[in-house]
């Protein structure tokens, strides 16, 4: 099968191509670029990045491309005047409605979807339950399973706490941007990602550069809440697959058992303190490590991860 889609969540795409289809990712349409970051992942061998221009048009016109996974709304606008190929649209972003503004916004998206499904040969699909329910949707999900890394690095010292993300002044509300600097005073809280402005982040020159730096930490933090998120992120399950002891805020969906395999705190000082007391104790560290690790196994392993969208892709 030949699959269109646009290079956005990277990570989510990288681990699509583990289904064994070949991709063409659009990195490029018109003046928007869409570049593949090589900071966050290697590019897999059957993707092929390529331009939104004429030849693409073509394909889609002429029904080359059996499957075009789409990834936002804006993504349903590029494609509305081709008919032939089946579509994906997966949610990667809940609805939000705090404000009549996201009211508003949220409410445009349902109906553009709705009228894109009635008119094309379309399905959704969602990155998590939390996501599915938001949009009122009947229709399966998957969370992504984590990607392989090296093991930890082995120290006496006490680690420092580690955050991955981008855009985090972008994503204050979202994230707990006031929160997490607040708690930088007091803890070395260290950001690894894109994000011009956070005096405590660092911006990795590619991935493997990206790897050696987060396997050098074994505490993880992670702020969001309800309703603004999961309980969890990529980039949490990826540090409890590497063995990181999760310290997080109090959220319904979260894999997170306070004691068992990671500890909840629903106030800051509470995380504070948990996250001082991880520093004391480095036992505690490794065998909260050890049972976050049995949890990814359990719950987000990349088998369920590509056998829900081998199904899913194929007719």
Request: charged share 20%; glycine share 6%.
């Amino acid at each position: 099968m030949k699959i269109l889609t646009f290079n956005h969540h990277e990570s989510y795409i990288a681990t699509l191509a583990s289904t064994g289809y070949d991709f063409d990712v659009v990195v490029k349409k018109d003046r928007l670029d869409l570049s593949w970051n090589i900071r966050s992942r290697r590019v897999p061998h059957n993707i092929r990045l390529i331009e939104f221009d004429s030849a693409t048009k073509l394909k889609l016109q002429t029904g080359e491309y059996d499957v075009v996974i789409c990834h936002t709304i804006k993504n349903l606008l590029w494609i509305w005047r081709f008919f032939k190929p089946r579509y994906i649209f997966i949610a990667h972003i809940p609805l939000f409605g705090h404000t009549r503004a996201q009211q508003l916004k949220s409410l445009v998206k349902k109906w553009l979807w709705i009228l894109f499904k009635l008119t094309h040969k379309a399905q959704f699909f969602a990155v998590s339950h939390f996501k599915l329910m938001s949009w009122g949707e009947d229709a399966p999900y998957a969370v992504l399973a984590p990607g392989e890394f090296p093991p930890l690095r082995e120290s006496e010292q006490p680690s420092d706490v580690l955050i991955v993300c981008n855009n985090l002044s972008q994503r204050g509300e979202e994230l707990g941007l006031e929160m997490i600097c607040r708690m930088a005073e007091k803890a070395p809280i260290r950001v690894v990602g894109n994000n011009p402005g956070i005096s405590f982040n660092t911006r990795p020159e590619n991935f493997a550069h990206f790897q050696e730096i987060v396997t050098g930490f074994n505490i993880y933090l992670y702020t969001i809440k309800m309703p603004w998120g999961d309980g969890y992120n990529t980039a949490m399950l990826e540090a409890m697959r590497m063995g990181m002891a999760v310290v997080t805020v109090d959220n319904p969906s979260s894999p997170i058992i306070h004691g068992v395999n990671g500890l909840i705190g629903k106030t800051e000082e509470e995380l504070l303190s948990h996250i001082n007391r991880l520093r004391r104790d480095p036992e505690l560290v490794r065998a909260l490590g050890k049972a976050a690790m049995q949890t990814i196994e359990t719950d987000f392993s990349e088998a369920k991860f590509i056998s829900m969208w081998r199904t899913v892709i194929s007719p």
